[in-house]
């Protein structure tokens, strides 16, 4: 039970680093500053962090290994709650 759950809030956290990615080259398109470029940076980097996590859980998963799900779950969880901050204080 607790896999999908991980599997299912790395999918989130992808999908909102999107999000973010979207709207920080939007705002970089206008702004054109280095903190819009550096966030963008960041984004990118954070999408490769979250897929790559994303497919080395699934890849555990697949060979039957789930003695690390609870752990993967807190930080995955936190994880998530932080993007939601920053994907809400972003698009005020």
Known sequence: MFDEIVL?????????TLVL???Y???HK???SKMT?????F??????ENAMSL????SLLLQGITSITTFHLV???LEMMGLLVLLYVTWE
């Open 8 to 16: 299912g809030i790395s999918g989130l956290n992808v999908v909102l």
């Open 21 to 23: 990615i979207y709207i």
């Open 25 to 27: 080259s939007r705002n």
């Open 30 to 32: 206008l702004v054109k």
């Open 37 to 41: 470029m550096g966030m963008l940076f």
């Open 43 to 48: 984004a990118v980097m954070f999408l490769l």
């Open 55 to 58: 497919y080395f859980y699934n």
């Open 75 to 77: 930080v995955k969880f």
